[in-house]
Structures are given as structure tokens and as C-alpha cells.
């Protein structure tokens, strides 16, 4: 009962992610302020960053389901708030305070499993339920999203989280113990500098991040990375001073461990790479319908939940379970590479192929680095190692979709100029040079118009952006598959990790 409300966390915040994306056309097209479009999705990315880790950490000193309560009703409430939104800049804030929630939920949720059942091995056939959570959300989302915004409103999106945030709120209250590991003899100091140079650093991390593929390394891009950096390297120097700091150090001279935070960056950098680059070549490049690319795409949903279930069969049987990371790491830089060579005549099914390898590929590397992590943390670091692996990932998939998003636009953009010129007819560059007028079939008949009014062969012009396209979203995503190889090889600094089957007391607090 406990693990079904966990999983009905999960659910909640997984299905946010995805239904809200829908929605966001409708959204700003009824609130106006299309200049706070893409801050929708970025103040929730930029305050659940922030508090992944911070509430790992105190979950760690005061118990878990505290903070899942709060968790759920922030979360909860906020999406009440989205809901009730008069315009884009409530909704962003909303937005914010929302992301605390998740941040919260992500940041105290997936370390419950390890309260629950300490036998690892227990541990892995569990998390398959949170995993299907994770994919069932992940695969109606989109669909539920349209479905939603189109017969009873864009606030209906918000609204569906509130009875999903009740049911987790009841099994959670009603069956999670609340359990701690770390006894604490003289009185606890929170660690609220380290908390600061926390926010401040993954903050600055973000909105550089965010800026970098608009506007390259010119205005606050450069200053909000050196702050970043600043407050990193002020974090690093307090925490070794502190006596019980919100980040402990000595994880990261654990061998393991530290090889383990890096696989989950560049997991994060390839992964996110694939999920956002892949849906825009699709529907851009090749000119799939939302329809036939959601077909498409949903295989890679699906079987990283599949995946996830065939590696805890798999794993705990292994006499060394490493071998699923160098297994999920080459199944993922496989899915890159099979979409870097894909073609617009290339049928379906084969595309639909690459997306069940690279699901294949997450599944078996996300559960593993969480459950090698756990064991190698111990009992008293539990919260803020699986904390530090969500928010690796993220920071890995902030990276990797900034990079990814920096290249895919300057050689987008380079490529119609260029046919433009051509052409005589650089004046049509600011529409043409946004690759989201290959996804709006209306723009599209707009602009066409105009080419074909003006004597150009607006057709031609269309057709060499389509090119320009996958070629830039080729080039982003082999670098994505050369970061998976990297992590094929990284995957030998993880030593042998041996499940083991043992219970360790623990503390009820109530």
C-alpha cells in the first residue's frame, strides 16, 4: 500500500511533464505573452533543480514522509493555482512553485523504496512498479493533454492533478512509515549556506542553459556561468567546513560513487538529447503528422519501462551486474546512431525499432545506477546520493539540450541563409529561420503564399530548410551517441557491485 501511494507520486509528477506540453499552444494563445512561453517549462526545471537535493539531504536527517506530505500538497495546490491562472506570468509563477513540489517529490520519493525494502535485491522487482508509473504516465500524457485541451479546456491539464495528488496523499499518510537512519546526539544545524550556494549555482546553471541556444555566448550568458562556477566552487569550500553540510563531500572521493554521478550526467546528456531532438526531426525534418510521430516515438516510453522490468529479472540473477550499464549504454548510443542515419523514406517500423533499443537502453541503465548508488551510499547518505542522481540527470539533460539546441539552431539557421541568399530572398529569414514553421502547417500555407506572390519558389525553399534541419539534428545527435560510447567506457570506473541480501535496522519516528 505504501509503494502503491509512492507510485502514485511518481505518477503525479511524471504526468505533469508530459500533458502540460500540449496544452502550452492553447495556453499562450488565450493568456497572450508569448515572450514567457518558454518560462513555463523553465522556472519548474529552475526551482525543482534546486530542491532535488536539498530535500534529499533532509529527508536523510529527519525522515522521508514528512516531506512527501508537504510534497503532495504543494504540488498539488500549485496546480490548482496553474489552473485558476489569469496570465502567463501568474501561470509562471505557479509554474515555480510547482517545480518546488516536484523537486520535493523527486527529492524524497525515489529514496523511499530503499526505506521500505533494504534487501536490494527485493529492491529492483519493487521498482519496476514506480518504473511502470513512470512509463504509463509518460505514454498517456500527450495524448490525455490534447484530449483534455480540446474538450474541456487548458485548465482542465492542471486540474487532473488534483484528485491523482489526493489518492497519493491518503496511501502516502496512511501506510508509508515514517523511518530514519541518521541519529543525531547534539542538536541538528541546518545547513541553510549550503542550501543557498545550492540554489544559486544550479540557478544560474539553468538560465545559462536556457539563454545559450538563443543567444550564444553574448549578453548574461557568460556572467550567469561564472556565478554558477563561483558558487560551486564556494559550496565545495564551506561543506568540507561545515559539520553536517547538506552536500557530503566524502561521497564524492568514493570511488564508486563518484563514477556512478558521472554515468548519470552523461545518461542525462544523451538521454534528454534523444527525447527532445528526436519528436522535432520526425515532425520537422522528415514531416510526420503529431499523430504518426507520436506513434513513433511512443515505443521509446514504453520500453523503458519494459526494460526497467527485464532488468530486475535479469540483474539480480547476474553474477556481475555491471554488465547491464555497458549493455543499457551501448543500446542507447546504438538508438542515436540509428536515428543520425534515418531518412525520411525510411519506413516506419525500422524508425520505431531505434526507439524500442534506446527505451531498452534506459531501462536498464536508470534503475541500476539508482540501486548501485543506494547500496554503495549506505544507510545515512541514502537521500542525498539518490537525490544527487536525479539532479545529475537533469544537469546532464540540461547540458545535453543546450548543446544539442545551440548547434541544431546556428546550422539551421546557417543552412536557410544560405538558400535565402541564394534566392534573393533573405527578407523571409526571420520566418523561415525558425524551425517550428516546419511543424505549423498554417504558417507554412502563409508564408508559401507570400514566396510564391513575390516570385519565389517558396516550395524549394521550404524543402532546403527541411534538409538543413536533419542535417543540424543529425550532427546534435551523434554527438549524443559519442557520449553514450564515452559512457560504455566510463562504465568500467563503477567496480564490481555485488547485491547484497541483508536487512539494516532502522528508526520509527512514530
Same mark, same amino acid.
Given at each position: 500500500?505504501?509503494?502503491?501511494?509512492?507510485?502514485?507520486?511518481?505518477?503525479?509528477?511524471?504526468?505533469?511533464? #508530459?500533458?502540460?506540453?500540449?496544452?502550452?499552444?492553447?495556453?499562450?494563445?488565450?493568456?497572450?505573452?508569448?515572450?514567457?512561453?518558454?518560462?513555463?517549462?523553465?522556472?519548474?526545471?529552475?526551482?525543482?533543480?534546486?530542491?532535488?537535493?536539498?530535500?534529499?539531504?533532509?529527508?536523510?536527517?529527519?525522515?522521508?514522509?514528512?516531506?512527501?506530505?508537504?510534497?503532495?500538497?504543494?504540488? #498539488?495546490?500549485?496546480?490548482?493555482?496553474?489552473?485558476?491562472?489569469?496570465?502567463?506570468?501568474?501561470?509562471?509563477?505557479?509554474?515555480?512553485?510547482?517545480?518546488?513540489?516536484?523537486?520535493?517529490?523527486?527529492?524524497?520519493?525515489?529514496?523511499?523504496?530503499?526505506?521500505?525494502?533494504?534487501?536490494?535485491?527485493?529492491?529492483?522487482?519493487?521498482?519496476?512498479?514506480?518504473?511502470?508509473?513512470?512509463?504509463?504516465?509518460?505514454?498517456?500524457?500527450?495524448?490525455?493533454?490534447?484530449?483534455?485541451?480540446?474538450?474541456?479546456?487548458?485548465?482542465?491539464?492542471?486540474?487532473?492533478?488534483?484528485?491523482?495528488?489526493?489518492?497519493?496523499?491518503?496511501?502516502?499518510?496512511?501506510?508509508?512509515?515514517?523511518?530514519?537512519?541518521?541519529?543525531?546526539?547534539?542538536?541538528?544545524?541546518?545547513?541553510?549556506?549550503?542550501?543557498?550556494?545550492? @540554489?544559486?549555482?544550479?540557478?544560474?546553471?539553468?538560465?545559462?542553459?536556457?539563454?545559450?541556444?538563443?543567444?550564444?555566448?553574448?549578453?548574461?550568458?557568460?556572467?550567469?556561468?561564472?556565478?554558477?562556477?563561483?558558487?560551486?566552487?564556494?559550496?565545495?569550500?564551506?561543506?568540507?567546513?561545515?559539520?553536517?553540510?547538506?552536500?557530503?563531500?566524502?561521497?564524492?572521493?568514493?570511488?564508486?560513487?563518484?563514477?556512478?554521478?558521472?554515468?548519470?550526467?552523461?545518461?542525462?546528456?544523451?538521454?534528454?538529447?534523444?527525447?527532445?531532438?528526436?519528436?522535432?526531426? =520526425?515532425?520537422?525534418?522528415?514531416?510526420?503528422?503529431?499523430?504518426?510521430?507520436?506513434?513513433?516515438?511512443?515505443?521509446?516510453?514504453?520500453?523503458? #519501462?519494459?526494460?526497467?522490468?527485464?532488468?530486475?529479472?535479469?540483474?539480480?540473477?547476474?553474477?556481475?551486474?555491471?554488465?547491464?550499464?555497458?549493455?543499457?549504454?551501448?543500446?542507447?548510443?546504438?538508438?542515436?546512431?540509428?536515428?543520425?542515419?534515418?531518412?525520411?523514406?525510411?519506413?516506419?517500423?525500422?524508425?520505431?525499432?531505434?526507439?524500442?533499443?534506446?527505451?531498452?537502453?534506459?531501462?536498464?541503465?536508470?534503475?541500476?545506477?539508482?540501486? =548501485?548508488?543506494?547500496?554503495? @551510499?549506505?544507510?545515512?547518505?541514502?537521500?542525498? @546520493?539518490?537525490?544527487?542522481?536525479?539532479?545529475?540527470?537533469?544537469?546532464?539533460?540540461?547540458?545535453?539540450?543546450?548543446?544539442?539546441?545551440?548547434?541544431?539552431?546556428?546550422?539551421?539557421?546557417?543552412?536557410?541563409?544560405?538558400?535565402?541568399?541564394?534566392?534573393?530572398?533573405?527578407?523571409?529569414?526571420?520566418?523561415?529561420?525558425?524551425?517550428?514553421?516546419?511543424?505549423?502547417?498554417?504558417a507554412q500555407a502563409t508564408l508559401l503564399g507570400q514566396l510564391t506572390h513575390a516570385g519565389h519558389n517558396g516550395a524549394l525553399l521550404l524543402e532546403s530548410a527541411r534538409e538543413s534541419l536533419v542535417s543540424a539534428i543529425h550532427i546534435g545527435l551523434a554527438v549524443a551517441a559519442a557520449i553514450a560510447v564515452v559512457s560504455v567506457w566510463q562504465s568500467r570506473r563503477v567496480p564490481p557491485i555485488k547485491l547484497v541480501r541483508h536487512v539494516e535496522p532502522v528508526i520509527h519516528a512514530d
Amino acid at each position: 500500500m505504501a509503494m502503491l501511494g509512492v507510485s502514485f507520486v511518481t505518477m503525479l509528477v511524471a504526468l505533469d511533464q #508530459t500533458v502540460v506540453g500540449t496544452a502550452l499552444p492553447t495556453i499562450v494563445a488565450e493568456l497572450k505573452g508569448f515572450e514567457l512561453y518558454a518560462w513555463v517549462a523553465t522556472s519548474y526545471l529552475l526551482t525543482s533543480v534546486i530542491t532535488v537535493p536539498i530535500f534529499g539531504r533532509l529527508g536523510d536527517y529527519y525522515g522521508r514522509k514528512p516531506f512527501v506530505i508537504a510534497s503532495i500538497i504543494v504540488f #498539488t495546490g500549485a496546480s490548482v493555482l496553474c489552473g485558476m491562472a489569469n496570465s502567463m506570468l501568474f501561470l509562471v509563477i505557479a509554474r515555480g512553485l510547482q517545480g518546488v513540489g516536484g523537486g520535493m517529490l523527486v527529492g524524497t520519493a525515489f529514496a523511499c523504496i530503499a526505506d521500505l525494502f533494504p534487501d536490494s535485491v527485493v529492491r529492483l522487482r519493487w521498482q519496476v512498479l514506480m518504473s511502470s508509473a513512470f512509463g504509463i504516465a509518460n505514454a498517456v500524457g500527450p495524448s490525455l493533454g490534447g484530449f483534455l485541451t480540446q474538450y474541456y479546456g487548458w485548465r482542465s491539464v492542471f486540474y487532473v492533478n488534483l484528485p491523482v495528488g489526493l489518492v497519493s496523499l491518503f496511501f502516502v499518510w496512511r501506510f508509508l512509515p515514517h523511518l530514519r537512519h541518521v541519529v543525531h546526539e547534539t542538536k541538528m544545524r541546518l545547513d541553510w549556506p549550503g542550501a543557498l550556494l545550492i @540554489a544559486v549555482a544550479l540557478g544560474c546553471l539553468q538560465l545559462f542553459v536556457e539563454l545559450l541556444p538563443k543567444h550564444g555566448i553574448s549578453g548574461a550568458a557568460p556572467l550567469l556561468l561564472a556565478i554558477s562556477l563561483v558558487s560551486g566552487w564556494a559550496l565545495w569550500k564551506w561543506e568540507k567546513r561545515f559539520p553536517q553540510p547538506i552536500l557530503p563531500l566524502d561521497m564524492f572521493r568514493n570511488r564508486s560513487l563518484a563514477a556512478l554521478f558521472t554515468l548519470s550526467v552523461l545518461g542525462g546528456f544523451t538521454m534528454f538529447s534523444l527525447l527532445f531532438y528526436a519528436p522535432l526531426l =520526425f515532425q520537422g525534418g522528415f514531416g510526420l503528422s503529431p499523430k504518426e510521430a507520436g506513434i513513433v516515438i511512443t515505443p521509446l516510453v514504453v520500453f523503458i #519501462t519494459i526494460g526497467s522490468i527485464a532488468n530486475g529479472r535479469l540483474v539480480s540473477r547476474m553474477r556481475n551486474p555491471n554488465l547491464m550499464l555497458y549493455a543499457g549504454f551501448t543500446l542507447l548510443a546504438v538508438a542515436c546512431l540509428g536515428v543520425v542515419v534515418a531518412t525520411r523514406s525510411m519506413p516506419h517500423s525500422i524508425l520505431m525499432t531505434f526507439m524500442i533499443i534506446g527505451g531498452l537502453g534506459l531501462g536498464f541503465v536508470m534503475p541500476n545506477l539508482t540501486i =548501485f548508488a543506494q547500496q554503495t @551510499a549506505g544507510r545515512e547518505h541514502l537521500g542525498i @546520493a539518490t537525490a544527487l542522481l536525479q539532479s545529475l540527470r537533469m544537469i546532464g539533460g540540461m547540458i545535453g539540450t543546450a548543446l544539442t539546441g545551440t548547434l541544431v539552431s546556428h546550422m539551421y539557421a546557417n543552412g536557410v541563409r544560405d538558400a535565402l541568399e541564394n534566392d534573393n530572398a533573405t527578407k523571409w529569414f526571420e520566418d523561415l529561420g525558425d524551425p517550428q514553421i516546419l511543424i505549423n502547417h498554417d504558417a507554412q500555407a502563409t508564408l508559401l503564399g507570400q514566396l510564391t506572390h513575390a516570385g519565389h519558389n517558396g516550395a524549394l525553399l521550404l524543402e532546403s530548410a527541411r534538409e538543413s534541419l536533419v542535417s543540424a539534428i543529425h550532427i546534435g545527435l551523434a554527438v549524443a551517441a559519442a557520449i553514450a560510447v564515452v559512457s560504455v567506457w566510463q562504465s568500467r570506473r563503477v567496480p564490481p557491485i555485488k547485491l547484497v541480501r541483508h536487512v539494516e535496522p532502522v528508526i520509527h519516528a512514530d
